[in-house]
């Protein structure tokens, strides 16, 4: 097969190029710094295609359309940072529980508040875990080169899809911004999931009964199947419930739709991870720069490796323990005061010595912050 | 000269600043282009400005390497233009010692070195084109006929490329005339530095 040619593009290309092979029929947003881009392309590509896009008063409001899109059965994206995505926790919470599928790109800034706009920050990965109330599952990707923007965002509407359930791509600044030269993949290569629809006739359809996924077929709206969507908790048929006996379970399905495929979803990239004395466990942008501090300190005989977290949430448990096994020490790089670094720590169980690098000025983190900073802790 | 098989060049940093408007983000895209596309190198290229629409402090950095690139922004900068005193004074802090460096000779007025490359860039853009706009083009130019970092024959069918239909003559007479500054900036002055005294050994 030929080799498709290489280009150079942005963060926040890949990701619009990513959302459109995947099959993303429809877009509403706010344009907000960094990710003005992704609407801006969007706004473009997308009624090119005879597809609707949106640009509408406000997050609240983007994300509403988005999830009233996919319900009548569209593969909606919104893309977002801070300010707005705080705007947007309220729907998300919406779409958690009315399992809904969606993609919400949030390209992380500065915070809080509207903070530093043009400024790289990894602010807001606690917030995507838990930024909308009540307990819920959330899955978050986390990019940290070009091509991975591409792959993520492809993952993300897949996973969507497949789980019926918002997932959220968690970008920063940098990775958004910066051009990589990279070749995609044609778009007949690209693997793309639609969600499963009932077979069974109208009159006998009960939306939320699953089969042994856990995970229900929606059908979308307009198609003659009908069916109660609300942010109340609900029973097999859609309707409020606050029975304990349909309440637990309601719950259980939530959560074990996506618990189940743990496994499926623990993304990380080990790099020089073999015979590593100290590991670096970074994720987005600063996995970069422990990479590279990684390149530097081999120069100079240091055993150093990094596990690079693609997947932020559910946290990758297990690889995260298998990196953390037998080193004499972790360094978990942030553009934040420690918000992986606890996960890390949280796991970590007394296997070794984890220390927390939270860099919060508006700048990366630089391979020789990395490297001088073990000289210091060593 | 032979493009065709690009020379070894380990992983080069290359900084552009100026001032919001002056066209430096789309040399950055240009050189990142000619020297990723073209010349098959590894290329990144991030983008730093303000708040503010126009003005204020801007720059873009662009990797240039053989290797995949890890790090994607300037630590070590190995080449440096600067066409504003406020892009000079801010951004020449972490250049490599022995840096390329290259700055309007009329913008900048302390430039960060004594062996800064000083060229009258957005002088000439005016005088000889008639259009100051072009200023970034012809340092491009003339930062592609020192330092050898990009070939030419990539960089002007990059920047033929992303240059609006019908300034393409414009363009190129631009790259051509950045270019001549520098051989005769150099040919007088032996004492600048030279593409083969930029060495890996600080």
């Known amino acids: ?378 | 000269m032979n493009q065709k098989e690009s020379p070894s060049l380990g992983r080069v940093e290359v900084r552009l600043a100026g001032s919001g408007g002056q066209g430096l983000l789309l040399a950055g895209l240009v050189l990142a282009e000619a020297a990723g596309l073209h010349d098959g190198r590894e290329v990144a290229m991030v983008q730093s400005y303000g708040p503010e629409a126009r003005g204020g402090a801007s720059k873009a950095e662009v990797i240039i390497s053989d290797a995949a690139i890890d790090y994607p922004l300037c630590s070590r900068v190995d080449l440096f233009l600067a066409l504003t005193q406020e892009a000079a004074d801010a951004y020449s802090w972490d250049l490599k010692p022995g840096a390329w460096t290259l700055v309007d000779s009329d913008l900048v007025k302390h430039p960060p070195t004594s062996r800064a490359l000083r060229l009258p860039f957005t002088a000439v853009a005016r005088e000889k084109l008639k259009k100051p706009m072009v200023a970034n083009v012809v340092a491009l130019g003339a930062l592609a006929e020192v330092t050898g970092v990009v070939s030419r024959r990539g960089l002007e069918k990059a920047l033929l490329a992303r240059v609006p239909p019908g300034t393409e003559p414009l363009n190129k007479k631009a790259l051509s005339l950045g270019a001549r500054m520098a051989r005769e900036y150099l040919g007088q002055d032996a004492s600048q530095p030279q593409p083969e005294a930029h060495s890996e050994d600080i």
């Open chain 1, 1 to 378: 097969m030929a080799r498709p040619r290489a280009r150079l593009l942005q963060g926040n290309e890949a990701i619009s190029l990513g959302a459109l092979a995947a099959g993303c029929n429809f877009f509403a947003g706010y344009p907000i710094t960094p990710a003005s881009e992704i609407t801006e392309i969007m706004s473009r590509e997308l009624p090119a295609l005879g597809h609707p896009f949106i640009q509408m008063e406000d997050e609240i409001a983007s994300l509403g359309a988005c999830i009233g899109a996919s319900l009548a059965g569209k593969k909606a994206m919104t893309a977002t940072s801070g300010p707005g995505f705080s705007l947007m926790q309220e729907n998300l919470g919406y779409a958690a529980i009315a399992e809904v599928p969606l993609v919400l790109v949030n390209v992380m800034r500065g915070g809080p508040s509207t903070g530093l706009p043009t400024n790289v920050a990894q602010g807001d990965v606690q917030q995507a875990r838990w930024g909308t109330h009540g307990d819920h599952p959330a899955i978050v990707l986390c990019p940290a080169t070009v091509g991975q923007c591409f792959e993520l965002t492809v993952m993300a509407f897949n996973w969507a899809e497949r789980f019926r359930t918002p997932v959220i791509l968690l970008g920063d600044e940098v990775v958004a911004h910066m051009r990589e030269k990279v070749a995609l993949p044609a778009p007949e290569e690209v693997e793309v999931i639609e969600r499963r629809q009932p077979t069974v006739p109208p009159d006998w359809y009960v939306p939320y009964k699953t089969d042994g996924s856990l995970i229900p077929r929606l059908a979308s709206l307009g198609q003659g199947y009908r069916y109660h969507v609300t942010g109340l908790v609900h029973d097999e048929r859609g309707f409020p419930t606050r029975r304990p006996d349909e309440v637990e379970p309601f719950y259980a399905r939530l959560f074990g739709k996506i618990s189940r495929h743990f496994s499926d979803l623990e993304l990380v990239r080990a790099f020089e991870l073999d015979d590593a004395e100290v590991v670096f466990i970074a994720y987005g942008c600063t996995a970069r720069a422990a990479q590279a501090a990684v390149r530097i300190g081999r120069e100079k005989g240091l055993k150093l490796g990094m596990l690079q977290l693609l997947s932020l949430w559910p946290f990758p448990r297990r690889p995260v323990e298998e990196a953390l096994t037998g080193r004499r020490m972790a360094l978990v790089p942030e553009l934040n005061m420690g918000q992986i670094s606890r996960e890390v720590k949280r796991v970590n169980n007394g296997r070794t010595q984890v220390l927390r690098h939270g860099k919060m000025d508006g700048n990366m983190i630089t391979p020789d912050e990395l490297l001088n900073r073990l000289r210091e802790v060593k």
